[in-house]
């Protein structure tokens, strides 16, 4: 696109003119690369009548591809700073005023989605590049809520991905891995070098792409007793799974119950918890839970 915003140029040219220093800290870093924007674009393949929820615009560089990617749709963007609010309403004046697009300003974990997205009916695609520092307090609030988005679609950092898509028995898997594909299903779809971003990050990036389950495959009896179980194998993961989990204080399970339980699951007590897939976590929990009332 040409004089796109998502180029080393205009991206200067905008915070010079509005004499912006970016924050380190709040993890601002402006994509300069329009092919990795396309790449967004196409993954959350837009029709053009969806309601697109961006979080974090900042001066706009996604925010410019999705306005000209909707027709009979609406970008809702969340923005806490208060300088990129004054920028996306300069930028984008026309479509402001034609309410094509809606600005939040707010901090997005302070948001609830039921409320926030209750007067609309369409269907709500999530995109953002989000800061490294609350990608999984963001993520997950999406994913806890009782909203059912189409998909989401987020720029983290490599590592946090990975994590995310990891499979039982591997390093990368934890408590984040599980409560995410808990949720949803969850696919990297592409690797970003961090030289797309002004300024260059000193990690890579990937794209990610989650998308819940119409009708969960988990049936926890309990689900918060189910997590609670999930923290404690992962608190303790170099444990075998009869030491973790009769060992986590916050859960207090006698030692009985865990080998009772241990047995009707068929998983062996020697075994370490972070190996297990899911269905047998949630196995487990279940078999826990029942033992526990009727003990």
Known sequence: MENSIATPKMTKKILKKYNIRLNKRLGQNFLIDTNIIDIIINTAEIKGDELILEIGPGIGSLTEYLLKSINNGKVIAVEKDNRFIKILKNQFKNDFKKQKLELINDDVLNLNWNDTLKEYDQKVKVLANLPYYITTPVIMGLLESNYKFDSLIFMVQKEVAERMVAEPGTKAFGSLSVAVQYHSKAEIVHQ??????????????????????????????????????????????????????????????????VLKSLKEVGVDKRKRGEKLAIEKMVELSNSLKENLKNH
Request: cysteine-free; charged content about 25%; glycine content about 2%.
């Open 192 to 257: 970003v070098p961090s030289s797309v971003f002004l300024p260059s990050p000193e990690v890579e990036s990937a794209i990610i792409k989650l998308e819940q389950y119409k009708n969960n495959p988990y049936n926890p009896l309990d689900e918060e007793f189910f997590f609670s179980i999930v923290k404690a194998i992962f608190q303790q993961r170099r444990k075998n799974i009869k030491n973790g989990l009769s060992k986590a204080a916050e859960i207090n399970l006698p030692k009985e119950i």
